[in-house]
């Protein structure tokens, strides 16, 4: 099984500041990783497929790098309603996997 | 619009069953794969099971193989997951998800939840 691991657990900053987000895979995964977002009582929905291409609707301040085992996801500008929880999956082998989760709260 | 909207959860004991449903609308049922995610409360995201188109191959969880079961009905444009032996740490929101052609998840539903407890 994949093991992805997410870092920070928590980020704290303010609306307008650049965020970056890690997820590391325990194993090369080429680009087969998602990025979903998750705001309280709502399910989850995907920003970014393939490691680096955002879903339809995506704003363009949120981008998604790396291959292999090292993959960021970075919103350029935090807006208010950005602060959530994020999760990476793993497509590229049975069983998909999520990371743990970052959080990203209002400083 | 792409809706999935899923039933049947509920308070159940321990060693129980439950059917859960999922019904789509708004994109061709039939020609998408599918998938069931669970979130326990205050937990993180944990695959459960997937179907494909024709209701081959499924895929399950360790954690769940041999209790659950997927299922679907493409003339009712409905995903089913049976849910036997139920145990306290099956507790969750059960999502439905539709497969993008990446393998991620590109719709979700509201999810339903399912408590098991005594």
């Known amino acids: 099984e994949i093991v992805l691991t997410q870092s920070p657990a928590t980020l704290s900053l303010s609306p307008g500041e650049r965020a970056t987000l890690s997820c590391r895979a325990s194993?090369?995964?080429?680009?087969?990783l998602a990025w979903y977002q998750q705001r309280p009582g709502q399910a989850p929905s995907l920003l970014i497929y393939d490691a680096s291409n955002r879903a339809t609707g995506i704003p363009a301040r949120f981008s998604g790098s790396g291959s292999g085992t090292d993959f960021t996801l970075t919103i350029s500008s935090l807006e208010p309603e950005d602060f959530a929880i994020y999760y990476c999956?793993?497509?590229?082998?049975?069983?998909?996997?999520f990371g743990q989760g970052t959080r990203l709260e209002i400083k | 619009e792409v809706q999935l909207v899923e039933s049947g959860g509920g308070l159940v004991q321990p060693g129980g069953s439950l059917r859960l449903s999922c019904a789509a609308s708004g994109f061709t049922f039939g020609s998408h794969a599918m998938r069931w995610v669970r979130q326990a409360p205050g937990k993180g995201l944990q695959w459960v099971s997937a179907i494909g188109t024709s209701g081959a191959p499924t895929y399950y969880a360790d954690s769940v193989k041999g209790r659950f079961t997927v299922s679907r009905d493409n003339s009712r444009n409905t995903l089913y997951l049976q849910m036997n032996s139920l145990r306290a740490e099956d507790t969750a929101v059960y999502y439905c998800?539709?497969?993008?052609?990446?393998?991620?998840?590109?719709?979700w539903g509201q999810g339903t939840l399912v408590t098991v407890s005594s």
């Open positions: 998800a539709k497969r993008h052609d990446s393998g991620s998840h590109d719709y």
């Open positions: 999956q793993q497509c590229s082998s049975w069983p998909i996997t």
């Open positions: 194993q090369s995964i080429s680009n087969s």
